[in-house]
């Protein structure tokens, strides 16, 4: 009976700090994972990350997640994989640390070079948009239409903005949108729709 009781006391005394450690290790995995990211971000944003080494780094970022993910699978974080984890989050914080410290700078000019490409499309369309309206070439109906169209575009800049810059991929969707605008734009100016003044 001596030896149940002593059992039962052990385990209660032992197994929550078990489980403590195994939800420490993966906080402090996680909490990491999370700066790095944050590191990488800043990086991109003041210039010191051209856009290959933060997809580089980023896709660091990934795999370590992918190890992390490996190793909950079982539903807990062995000692090994925490070792393994935390290593190659070393080597990345080294690597990040390393990459933002290299001569290699991105301008703000080259940062935003799309925006700046995209920006001046889209003026130049509200600009038709308008000239369409004062020659009587659209109705109030089509501006409208054009106008609201206008708006979604740059909703989709606005939130390609957000993380600080326009990737290729945000662009490429961006001005793709802005080319079937130009396309609208020009066929209502030229439909048979007139204003009549």
Not at 29 to 38: G, N, S, T, V
Not at 130 to 147: F, I, N, Y
Not at 158 to 186: H, L, N, V, W
Request: no cysteine; glycine share 4%.
């Amino acid at each position: 009976m001596q030896i149940k009781a002593t059992i039962i006391v052990l385990a209660i005394t032992v197994l929550p700090g078990f489980a403590l450690a195994q939800a420490t290790r993966g906080e402090r995995i996680d909490e990491r994972q999370a700066a790095q990211q944050k590191r990488i971000d800043d990086g991109v944003k003041k210039g010191e990350l051209t856009p290959q080494e933060a997809a580089r780094l980023r896709a660091d970022q990934a795999r370590i997640q992918r190890m992390e993910d490996k190793a909950r699978a079982d539903g807990k974080i062995d000692r090994r994989e925490a070792r393994d984890i935390e290593r190659a989050q070393r080597r990345e914080t080294r690597d990040i640390a390393t990459e933002r410290r290299d001569q290699e700078k991105v301008t703000p000019a080259e940062r935003d070079k799309a925006g700046k490409r995209i920006d001046e499309r889209q003026a130049a369309q509200q600009k038709r948009i308008d000239d369409g309206v004062k020659k009587g070439e659209l109705t109030p109906q089509e501006a409208a239409r054009l106008r609201a169209d206008q708006a979604r575009i740059q909703r989709m800049e606005d939130k390609a903005r957000a993380d600080g810059k326009i990737d290729r991929r945000e662009a490429r969707d961006i001005e793709r949108a802005q080319r079937r605008e130009s396309r609208d734009i020009r066929s209502e100016r030229r439909d048979k729709e007139k204003v009549v003044k």
